[in-house]
């Protein structure tokens, strides 16, 4: 399957998140929470809430092989 861009001005954090999950086979938030060594309740409350810091939202992106790239609005 291609993976596709995320627009994340049009699309929620938690959504971004099940979509890249869904295209890299990656099947619970607990392997996220691992992949930055925090618990999996706090990892879902940050998504939950949108407190997930962009540093972490970024290593767990590249986890699933995105690259989060930053544009100027046109």
């Given at each position: 399957?291609?993976?596709?861009e995320i627009n994340l001005?049009?699309?929620?954090?938690?959504?971004?998140?099940?979509?890249?999950m869904a295209e890299a086979?990656?099947?619970?938030?607990?392997?996220l929470a691992r992949t930055?060594?925090?618990?999996?309740?706090?990892?879902?409350?940050?998504?939950?809430?949108?407190?997930?810091?962009?540093?972490?939202?970024?290593?767990?992106?590249?986890?699933?092989?995105?690259?989060?790239?930053?544009?100027?609005?046109?």
């Amino acid at each position: 399957m291609e993976r596709r861009e995320i627009n994340l001005a049009k699309t929620d954090m938690r959504t971004a998140l099940k979509i890249m999950m869904a295209e890299a086979g990656v099947e619970s938030f607990a392997s996220l929470a691992r992949t930055l060594d925090i618990k999996e309740t706090t990892f879902r409350s940050a998504v939950g809430n949108g407190s997930l810091r962009l540093a972490d939202f970024m290593k767990v992106a590249e986890s699933m092989g995105y690259t989060v790239i930053i544009r100027a609005s046109e």
